[in-house]
């Protein structure tokens, strides 16, 4: 979901706390992009804010130096 949006420059990005090492990539091309990003750190936060089951969305936040892009994000 995440990689369609990206390649469609969809406004809105959610990234999902999860431990499979993917996320990096995505929160680099976002920021090299530009496309905003919202944060989120649960499936259910996702499910309720898109009003859909949590199972829906999986991405990930979780990532060595996830915490180095978070400050670079909120400074931009």
């Known amino acids: 979901?995440?990689?369609?949006?990206l390649k469609k420059n969809?406004?809105?990005i959610l990234?999902?706390?999860?431990?499979d090492g993917s996320c990096g990539a995505h929160v680099a091309y976002a920021t090299e992009h530009n496309v905003p990003l919202i944060l989120m750190h649960s499936r259910e936060e996702v499910g309720e804010f898109i009003?859909?089951?949590s199972p829906v969305v999986c991405c990930v936040l979780s990532f060595v130096g996830h915490q180095e892009m978070l400050a670079k994000l909120l400074l931009c």
Not at 1 to 5: E, P
Not at 15 to 19: D, E, I, R, S
């Open 15 to 19: 990234l999902v706390a999860a431990n």
């Open 51 to 53: 009003g859909v089951s």
């Open 10 to 12: 969809s406004p809105i």
């Open 1 to 5: 979901m995440v990689t369609k949006s």
